[in-house]
Each structure stands twice: as structure tokens, then as C-alpha cells.
């Protein structure tokens, strides 16, 4: 049977206090104790247990991740991001889904709060007013949003630049000359969404082309969603000449949608989506995109949480990194 503190600290011959602040790296211990308590624990195959040591340490080492949708290649890569930083400082990511789903986010992260996790990266869901999130900030657990703020939380928030990515794609389509161009589009409750819809009524209207609520189709936030939303405006006689989807699931529906109606790209429909996935480049043409920096925006908040488990106490910090308008052959600019 793996052995316990009591053993190792009886085998390197030092307290059980001491054979724990050095196996679990805090307080004071010299190297050299150091160095015989963790031969000690290997000689012996002992095995910490977490739960009783965050009942001394106070910390589980574990952070919870509460993403939108475990399925979507966008929160898969900002949470490697996060778990390539915390774990280089010895922390385990727990991660949650909540389907962009309030109730499932409020049980995800009550459910990270009973295991006691240090701390928590949220991606909050339509509608979240953060009340939640408060009462965990207010235990003194460190909480950083991801991809989206929450309007009236003072709270750490890492996103990007949504309503100017948004106005660079349809700016570009503008400058190609479409006048008439769609949107398809989840939740405006998804704040990164509302933000990107913004985006594009500005750039509309900064081109004098028409801001017609009936080119823009909104729905649910999965891809046959998008294909459904997509097929909505391509239906019409008075089809737009172009389409700006507003994730990259909305962007693979409507790629269904222009191939289900033998439409070219970009002959018939141009095609400009925010968020750059591998596929991207792998379809014919290849989509022009807005890319976001998706395991730096992982990296970013993995850091702010670090900073705030080693005692920054200063006030909440709100970083928008930038995107980027990446032109392929779909909106038939030139690359
Ligand atoms: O579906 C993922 C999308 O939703 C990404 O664009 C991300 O920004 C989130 O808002």
C-alpha cells in the first residue's frame, strides 16, 4: 500500500509538518530537507492526498474551466492555453461544459466551488448577470472571464476586439462591392456575438449600404443551426451577394447551406466568417476569415489567475487582444 506523510517524514527522519510544506512546496524548508523528504516519498511510493492536503495548504492546486461548448475547436484551444501555463506552476485544470447554457453554467461552477478550486475561468453563457461569479469572488477565489465581459461585474476579463474584427470583414466585402450583405448569427445574449453584430451594422452603415434587420438571421449556436439561419437567406429571390457569419460553427452551416444550393463561391455568395479553424483552408476556395488568437487568449487568463493565487489584489483588469482579418479566396479578394 502507497505509504502516507507519517511514513515519509518517519523515513527522511523530520515532522509530519515539515515532510508536508516539502512535498507540497510551501512554507520554509532547506534544499537539503527538501532534497531527503522527496527521496524519502519516492523510496517509499507515497502518493499525496489532495483533499487532505488542501485541508493544511487551504489550496487543491486545481483550477476550474467552465467553457461554452467542450466540442467547439475555439474553447478546446483556448483551454490548452490555460492548461499550459497552470500546469507549468504545478496546477490541474478541471473543465466544465455549459452548452451556452446558464443553469448548466451555474451548476458547473457550484460544482468546481465544492471541490474547492483555487480559482475559475468562465465563459459566461446569454444572460448571466454574474451574481454567481460575485459570490465566488467574495470567498476570495480569483474568477477571469473568457471570450466575453459581463456588463456591471468588476471582474478580470480576457477578449478580443469582436465589433472591430466584425467591421474589418464586412468593410473588406464592402470594398469588393457587395452592397447586400447577411449575417447569420447565434444569441445576441452571447456578448461576443452582440459585439460582432455591432460591428457589422457599423460597417454597413460606414458604407452607405443598406442595414436591413431582414439580412440578419439569428437562431441557436449550433452548426445546423447555421445551416438553417444560412438557408433562411439564401432562399430569398433578393438573396444577399455575401454572408458574415459570427463564429466558426455558424460559418460551417453556412457552408452546408451554399454547397446544399450548388451556390460558387465567390461568384454567387461571398463568404467571410470570424474565427479561423483548420478547415478553413482545406475547403475550395478557402475561407477569408477573422482569426482570433485563440491559445493566447487561454495563455492570458491562465496568467491573470496566477497573478491574482500570488496576492494581486488591484482592481479588475479587462485585456482585448486583436484579431485579424485573414483573406483567402471565399469573398474573392485577392490573398
Ligand atoms: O463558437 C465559438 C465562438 O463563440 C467564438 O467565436 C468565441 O469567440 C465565442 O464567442
Not at 492526498?49 to 495548504?57: D, G, H, I, K, Q
Not at 439561419?229 to 429571390?237: F, G, K, Q, V, Y
Request: hydrophobic content about 45%; glycine content about 12%.
Amino acid at each position: 500500500m502507497a505509504g502516507t506523510i507519517r511514513d515519509v517524514a518517519r523515513e527522511a527522519g523530520v515532522s509530519q509538518a515539515t515532510a508536508a510544506r516539502a512535498l507540497a512546496g510551501y512554507g520554509y524548508v532547506s534544499p537539503a530537507t527538501r532534497h531527503r523528504v522527496r527521496k524519502a516519498a519516492t523510496s517509499i511510493g507515497y502518493r499525496p492526498n489532495v483533499v487532505a492536503r488542501s485541508l493544511v495548504s487551504g489550496a487543491t492546486k486545481t483550477i476550474g474551466v467552465v467553457v461554452g461548448d467542450i466540442e467547439n475547436p475555439f474553447f478546446a484551444g483556448a483551454a490548452r492555453g490555460i492548461a499550459d501555463v497552470l500546469e507549468r506552476d504545478g496546477y490541474t485544470l478541471l473543465l466544465a461544459n455549459s452548452d451556452e447554457d446558464l443553469g448548466r453554467e451555474r451548476r458547473a461552477v457550484e460544482a468546481l466551488r465544492a471541490r474547492q478550486v483555487d480559482g475559475l475561468a468562465v465563459v459566461p453563457s446569454s444572460g448571466d448577470d454574474g451574481a454567481h461569479l460575485a459570490a465566488i469572488l467574495r470567498e476570495g477565489r480569483p474568477v477571469v472571464l473568457l471570450d466575453r465581459p459581463i456588463a456591471g461585474l468588476a471582474v478580470d476579463a480576457v477578449l478580443v476586439d469582436n465589433r472591430a474584427g466584425a467591421e474589418r470583414a464586412v468593410h473588406h466585402l464592402a470594398s469588393l462591392g457587395h452592397r447586400r450583405i447577411g449575417l447569420v448569427g447565434d444569441s445576441p445574449g452571447i456578448v461576443s456575438t452582440g459585439e460582432r453584430i455591432d460591428g457589422y451594422r457599423t460597417a454597413l452603415a460606414a458604407a452607405g449600404a443598406p442595414v436591413d434587420d431582414a439580412l440578419v438571421s439569428l437562431g441557436g449556436s449550433t452548426i445546423d443551426e447555421g445551416h438553417r439561419l444560412a438557408r433562411a437567406l439564401l432562399d430569398r429571390p433578393d438573396r444577399p451577394s455575401a454572408l458574415f457569419t459570427v463564429n466558426n460553427f455558424m460559418t460551417a452551416g453556412a457552408l452546408g447551406a451554399i454547397r446544399e444550393l450548388n451556390l460558387r463561391i465567390p461568384e454567387d455568395v461571398a463568404l467571410v466568417g470570424f474565427d479561423d479553424l483548420d478547415w478553413t483552408t482545406l475547403v475550395d476556395p478557402p475561407i477569408t476569415v477573422v482569426a482570433q488568437p485563440v491559445a493566447e487568449l487561454g495563455r492570458a487568463v491562465a496568467e491573470r489567475l496566477l497573478e491574482r493565487l500570488r496576492g494581486d489584489l488591484g482592481p479588475p483588469q479587462e485585456l482585448r487582444l486583436r484579431t485579424r482579418l485573414v483573406v483567402r479566396g471565399s469573398c474573392g479578394g485577392r490573398a
